[in-house]
């Protein structure tokens, strides 16, 4: 499907057979995921995240705590733990 097309669709939040959708595939530049506080991918803050809408306050909280973190240790550490919920709960598959 053409591009603006599938922005269309992929906003839509019905079930595929009224017309919403239930799978995207797309790609993301080193600088769109390069840190938790701008990775779209991650966000899980409901109606406000990346098509999918996935709503984890756990993730939110440590995306957060990340961004407001002033020493690489602490940033590292989060980091981590960003990863591990991301993917354990899956907000998106890479």
Sequence with gaps: MDWSTSVDVR????????????????????????????HFGIRADGPAAWPGW??????EKLINGWMSASDATRHKQLAAEIQKVALDVIAYVP
């Design 11 to 38: 906003s839509r939040k019905d079930p595929p057979d009224k017309g919403g959708w239930n799978i995207l595939h797309t790609f993301f530049a080193a600088t769109d995921v390069i840190n938790p506080a701008v």
């Design 54 to 59: 996935p709503d984890i306050p756990q993730l």
